[in-house]
């Protein structure tokens, strides 16, 4: 298995190349932004990406939308 956001157990997966990684409590994302939804983000990160932070995901979850390659 590769140690990489794809399966680490904080990343969530939210279009084919990356999601969000959930490992620390999102951070505020400022108040300038038209699009913004709210002020609160998780990190954006692509699914091949690793950090220091990194945990196996050994448990269940659901699966993600799309199915890796």
Not at 15 to 27: A, K, T
Not at 38 to 52: A, E, L
Not at 54 to 69: D, T
Request: with cysteine.
């Amino acid at each position: 298995m590769s140690l990489s956001c794809l399966n680490c157990l904080y990343f969530r997966h939210q279009d084919r190349n990356g999601g969000s990684c959930h490992r620390f409590p999102p951070s505020f994302a400022g108040e300038a932004s038209p699009k913004e939804n709210h002020h609160w983000k998780f990190p954006v990160v692509n699914s091949h990406n690793w950090c220091g932070e990194y945990r196996e995901n050994v448990g269940s979850r659901p699966l993600p939308e799309y199915a890796p390659e």
